[in-house]
C-alpha cells in the first residue's frame, strides 16, 4: 500500500474489510499522523456497532436491492421446475412415439363392396348363373374372348340379367371382411377408398354361361323357343357353364321375360318381354339408361328388316311396347340394338343394313348392346 | 544498581500510542484529564493485555479502551466535580455489553439506516459487500474495478458522504 493510498484504507477499517498488510500499513501510519489516528479513533464507535452480527445483518438487508419482478417469478417457480421437467419430458416422448408411428410406411384401407348375386326375375339367380367371382381372383387371361355366334342352339331360355356395374358399385354393401392382405395394410385414413365392383366381364361371362346353359337344357326339354341371347362362345366359357345349374322345366315354361346383357356397355343394360297379340308379337323393352333401340327381324330371304326405322327412344327404367311383328322361321328372329346415341349406319335398307347387323353380331360387346332375340 | 531493561518495539509502539491518545483525548476534554486518560489506557494495556505486542493489535485494542475511558470520564464530569478516574478494576472489557453503550450504538445504526437510502448505487454495493466480510481485492474483483486503487477511492469517497450525511461523526454529536 502506498503511503498516499493509506488514508483511504480507513473506511475499511469499520467494517473489517482491511487485509492484515492493509491493517498494519493503516496503523503503523495513524502512530505518526496525529489527524490519521483521531479518524482511526472516530471510527471505533461504528466498528464497534458493526461488529454485532445482528446489526450486520439488518444493514445488509437494508442495502440488499428489491429482486425485480423476474427474480420473484423465478424463485416462485424453482419448486416447481422438476415437475415441469418431467411434463415437458413426457410430452416429448409422447411427440416422438407419435411422428414414429406416423412416419412408417402409409397404408390404405379399402373397403370393399360384396359381390352381389345377379337379381332374379324368373328363375334363381344360382341355378342359372355361377357365382360371381372375387375382381382378384380372376386374371386378366381368364377374361373370355366374346364372339358371337348363331350357331348355338336357338332354345329359350329365361336370362338374368346381371346388374350394371354401375349400379352394383352404388348399391350400399354389408362391409365383408378384407383379405389378410388387405387387412394388414389397414390404418387410419381419412377417407376409404372404395374397391370398384367386380368387372363387367365377370357378369359378362356368368351371364353369358347361364344363358348357354339355359338354352340347352331348354331344348332338351321343352324344344320351347323363347328369348336367348344368342353368339355364345362355348369355347371360352365352357367350363363355367357345366358348372352352372340349368333351370327346369316348369321355370322354362314360365312366362319368361327375357333379358339382356349390356355389360359391355358398362351401364348400358336392356331387358325385354315377349308379348304375343295374335300373330304379332310385341316386344316390351325397358333400359336402365336413356337409350335408343334399334328392333330388326328376320325377313324372308333372312335379310334384317328394320321394325321401327330410325330406332325407338327410350327412357331410363320405363317399358317401351315395340310395333308387332310376324317373327320369322330362322333364328335368331329378330335383334335387338340398344346404344346411347343414334347410329347412322342402321338407317340402311336392304343387304347393307343386313351387313351392318350381322357385323354387329359377330362384335364383341362395346358401347352397344347387340341382342338376338329368339321367337317361337 | 540495578540495569535498566532494553526498550523494546512493545515500548516504542505503546509510547508513540500514548502520544496519539493524549492528542486525541485532548481534542474532547482538558489536557489534564486527557493526559490521566492515556495513563490509564496504558496501564489496562500493561496489567491486562500485556501479551498483546503487534500494532494490529495494540491499537484497536487501545482505541476500544479510550473510548470506553471517554464515556467514563463524561459520566464523572457529569457529576459535578468529581474527578475523571475510572479504576482498572471497573473498566469493562472491549466485548463487555453496557447499557449505556448499547443505547450508543442503537442510536448509531438507526442513523446509519436512514442516511444509507441517500447513498448511491455503487455506494451501497461497495458498503454491503463490506459489511458481508469481504475484502478490498475481492471487492475489486465484484465490482469489476480496474485497480484496487480505484476501490479505496471509492470507499473512501462513499465514506466521506455517509459521515456527512450523519452530520460529520458517527456517534450522536
Not at chain 1, 492484515?20 to 461504528?46: N, S, V
Request: hydrophobic share 40%; glycine share 6%.
Amino acid at each position: 500500500v502506498k503511503p498516499d493510498d493509506v488514508k483511504r484504507l480507513i473506511g475499511g477499517y469499520a467494517t473489517g474489510t482491511l487485509t492484515p498488510a492493509e491493517q498494519k500499513a493503516l496503523f503503523e501510519a495513524a502512530l505518526d499522523d496525529q489527524e490519521l489516528f483521531d479518524a482511526i479513533a472516530r471510527e471505533q464507535a461504528l466498528k464497534e456497532a458493526l461488529d454485532d452480527p445482528a446489526i450486520r445483518r439488518e444493514l445488509i438487508a437494508d442495502l440488499t436491492p428489491a429482486p425485480s419482478w423476474r427474480e420473484r417469478l423465478a424463485a416462485w417457480m424453482r419448486p416447481a421446475m422438476p415437475i415441469g421437467a418431467l411434463g415437458a419430458l413426457a410430452a416429448g416422448t409422447l411427440g416422438v412415439v407419435l411422428y414414429v408411428q406416423n412416419s412408417g410406411p402409409k397404408t390404405t384401407e379399402i373397403a370393399q363392396a360384396p359381390i352381389r348375386q345377379q337379381p332374379q326375375l324368373d328363375t334363381p339367380a344360382s341355378a342359372l348363373s355361377p357365382p360371381a367371382q372375387p375382381a382378384e381372383k380372376k386374371s386378366p387371361e381368364a377374361r373370355p374372348e366374346f364372339t358371337r355366334s348363331k350357331a348355338k342352339s336357338p332354345m329359350p331360355a329365361p336370362m338374368v340379367q346381371s346388374p350394371p356395374a354401375a349400379e352394383n358399385r352404388a348399391v350400399p354393401a354389408a362391409p365383408i371382411p378384407a383379405p389378410p392382405s388387405i387387412a394388414r395394410m389397414a390404418a387410419p385414413q381419412p377417407a376409404p377408398v372404395v374397391i370398384p365392383a367386380p368387372a363387367p366381364e365377370q357378369f359378362r361371362t356368368s351371364i353369358v354361361a347361364s344363358e348357354a346353359d339355359t338354352a340347352k337344357k331348354a331344348e332338351s326339354v321343352n324344344q320351347r323357343a323363347d328369348g336367348v341371347v344368342g353368339g355364345v362362345p362355348g369355347g371360352v366359357v365352357g367350363s363355367i357353364i357345366g358348372g352352372a345349374p340349368g333351370p327346369s322345366a316348369a321355370m322354362a315354361a314360365r312366362p319368361k321375360r327375357m333379358v339382356a346383357d349390356a355389360a359391355a356397355a358398362r351401364s348400358l343394360s336392356v331387358r325385354y318381354q315377349r308379348q304375343k297379340t295374335g300373330e304379332l308379337t310385341n316386344l316390351i323393352i325397358e333400359a336402365n339408361a336413356d337409350s335408343i333401340a334399334y328392333l330388326f327381324r328376320r325377313g324372308e330371304a333372312g335379310e334384317w328388316v328394320a321394325i321401327a326405322p330410325g330406332g325407338m327412344s327410350l327412357k331410363a327404367n320405363v317399358p317401351f311396347t315395340t310395333t308387332g311383328f310376324v317373327p320369322g322361321a330362322t333364328q335368331p328372329a329378330a335383334v335387338l340394338i340398344l346404344s346411347r346415341r343414334p347410329l347412322s349406319q342402321l338407317a340402311q335398307t336392304g343387304s347393307a343394313l343386313t351387313s351392318v347387323v350381322q357385323e354387329m353380331l359377330a362384335q364383341p360387346p362395346g358401347e352397344v348392346v347387340v341382342t338376338a332375340v329368339k321367337l317361337p | 544498581m540495578a540495569a535498566e531493561s532494553p526498550i523494546t518495539e512493545r515500548d516504542r509502539t505503546l509510547a508513540l500510542l500514548r502520544e496519539r491518545i493524549v492528542a486525541f483525548a485532548a481534542s474532547r476534554l482538558s489536557r489534564d484529564v486527557a493526559e490521566d486518560l492515556a495513563q490509564e489506557v496504558l496501564i489496562v494495556l500493561h496489567e491486562k493485555y500485556g501479551h498483546v505486542d503487534r500494532i494490529e493489535d495494540l491499537l484497536p485494542l487501545s482505541l476500544q479502551i479510550v473510548r470506553f475511558k471517554l464515556m467514563g470520564a463524561r459520566r464523572k464530569m457529569a457529576r459535578h466535580g468529581e474527578f475523571a478516574q475510572v479504576s482498572v478494576d471497573e473498566l469493562p472489557l472491549a466485548d463487555r455489553s453496557d447499557t449505556e453503550a448499547e443505547t450508543d450504538r442503537r442510536m448509531t445504526v438507526e442513523r446509519l439506516r436512514k442516511a444509507l437510502p441517500q447513498m448511491g448505487e455503487r455506494c451501497r454495493q461497495l458498503l454491503r459487500y463490506k459489511l458481508e466480510g469481504k475484502t478490498f481485492p475481492q471487492i475489486q474483483r465484484l465490482m469489476g474495478a480496474a485497480s484496487i486503487n480505484t476501490v479505496y477511492t471509492w470507499d473512501f469517497r462513499c465514506r466521506k458522504q455517509l459521515l456527512d450525511l450523519m452530520g460529520g461523526d458517527w456517534e450522536q454529536p
